[in-house]
């Protein structure tokens, strides 16, 4: 791990993903979650402020342990309790049927099988659980998915592997998950960045 993967991104990514649009988005999603939740791709835990106390407890999975210590902070006096895990989305260090509710908000841009983190996610889940998703991906405009394309590559290498240009919605059609529901709409700023797709999924 590069000098700057290890001390200058963590840093980095805390402070794009505190922009307001996502904040925005975060407060939309996020509250809905309940009982039981993983996170996956917790990060620096700026979804938690926005947990409900319908929430009973919270594991928050990533790889990183430098951006989860930026967000320890943001902890607080939380109702529930808040466990970290160290681990990857496509083997997800939990067993079976554990969660009510997965969460996963500007991830699966960053995760090599998003594919695998997917099913991961639908095996976390028991039976009914629902899936809380917030992700940026490929645009319904053929211009900006030209340039998604043209610039992941580069893109992948200052970011953290974060793709531009995935399927979201193909991808979640494929993981086994039922009754998705999806809204597709550019949130503001550059369009390659700004497609969002922002839904629930449940475990078959």
Partial sequence: MSLY???LLPRLTDLVMRHETAAAERA??????EGVVLEVGVGSALNVP???PAVRALYGVDPSLALWRIGR??????PFPVRYVAGSAERLPVRDGVADTVVSTWTLCSIPDAAAALREMRRALRPGGRLLFV???????AGVRAWQDRLTPLWRRVAGGCHLNRPIDRLLEQSGFTAVTLDRFYASGPRIFAYLYRGVAVAA
Avoid at 73 to 78: E, I, Y
Avoid at 135 to 141: C, M, N, S, Y
């Fill in 28 to 33: 939309h999603v996020v509250p809905l979650a």
């Fill in 135 to 141: 992700e940026h991906g490929r645009a319904p405009d």
């Fill in 50 to 52: 926005h947990y409900s």
């Fill in 5 to 7: 993967e290890r001390f």
């Fill in 73 to 78: 902070r943001r902890l607080g006096t939380t």
